[in-house]
């Protein structure tokens, strides 16, 4: 057997190109372009390029890309004020604080402080406890685990009634995907660091979603024949036989797997591309609610 490739790049171009349709037959009737605002405290590098990818990707959504630079002493008071001034911005339909912030913020209540109609990074308190309950419905789910779903969905992947094994507990993927897997029926274990028999429990799984981020720790005796792989881990390595010194790989070793899986997303190019793509149709979502 050899794995079919989930294309994360062609579906989140779908997915950008659905949003950008919806957003030019809003505008054409008369009602308000789409706003994001991000926020960005202190010059991380990282952070910043990741601000700026999501500003291109609203651009060419025609959404508007509204972004704040803040100084990385800004202080708590400061920066929750500003929060406060885009929740009270009508041009204004989602906001999103990049993470991590600065030593001495409190991301908490920064997250709390959005408004939970504009949270589009589905973080908000409200919007996880609601997740979290069954019949409670979010305004907005958190985009990369909305992204893994997203994937499974439109490859076809039937949720209802399998078993799904989710590596890691992060509240950023592992735990809304996990919670999300159940609200589509499936039968959830979530594996950690202290899971007794990893290996034996993975083997179960007819859906495996991999975020801990270490590299190729998963190997292709692990997975069960026909499972589907969903790897959301993106972790830099050393590769002297690369002209350029390093590659990308995920949570599974990726070649090993696809001699077992029955469909598995690359690293890169699986789930990264649908993170920004759910953010996009976030900010629609938001922009619509407002009406």
């Known amino acids: 057997m050899t794995a079919n490739i989930i294309n994360g790049k062609e579906i989140a171009k779908d997915v950008r190109r659905e949003v950008k349709e919806a957003v030019e037959e809003r505008v054409a009737t008369g009602k308000s372009v789409p706003g994001l605002a991000t926020v960005l405290v202190g010059s991380d590098p990282a952070s910043g390029m990741y601000v ?79 997740l979290a309950q069954k019949g409670r419905t979010p305004v907005f789910m958190p985009a990369t685990p909305a992204g893994c779903i997203e994937l499974l969905k439109r490859t076809g992947v039937e949720l209802e009634g399998a078993n799904a094994v989710v590596l890691g507990r992060s509240n950023i993927v592992g735990m809304p995907v996990a919670l999300m897997l159940v609200e589509h029926n499936a039968t959830v274990t979530i594996c950690h660091s202290r899971t007794k028999d990893l290996k034996g429990l993975i083997q179960t799984a007819d859906v495996l979603v991999c975020a801990v981020g270490r590299p190729e720790m998963v190997k292709g005796d692990w997975i069960k024949p026909g499972a589907v792989v969903i790897d959301v881990a993106t972790v830099k390595v050393d590769a002297p036989e690369l002209e350029k010194g390093y590659k990308w790989v995920g949570d599974v070793a990726f070649d090993e797997a696809m001699e077992v899986a029955s469909a598995i997303t690359p690293v890169p190019g699986g789930v990264g591309p649908m993170t920004i793509a759910i953010l996009l149709q976030n900010t629609l979502k938001a922009a619509q609610l407002a009406d």
């Open 52 to 130: 700026k990818m999501k500003q291109r990707a609203c651009n060419k959504a025609g959404i508007n890309a509204f972004h704040i630079d803040l100084p990385a002493d800004t202080s708590q008071e400061e920066l929750e004020a500003k929060v406060a001034e885009l929740n009270a911005d009508e041009n204004v339909h989602g906001i999103l604080v990049q993470l991590p912030l600065p030593d001495g913020l409190d991301e908490e209540r920064v997250l709390q402080a959005i408004d939970v109609n504009k949270d589009v990074d589905g973080f908000h308190p409200l919007n996880i406890g609601r």
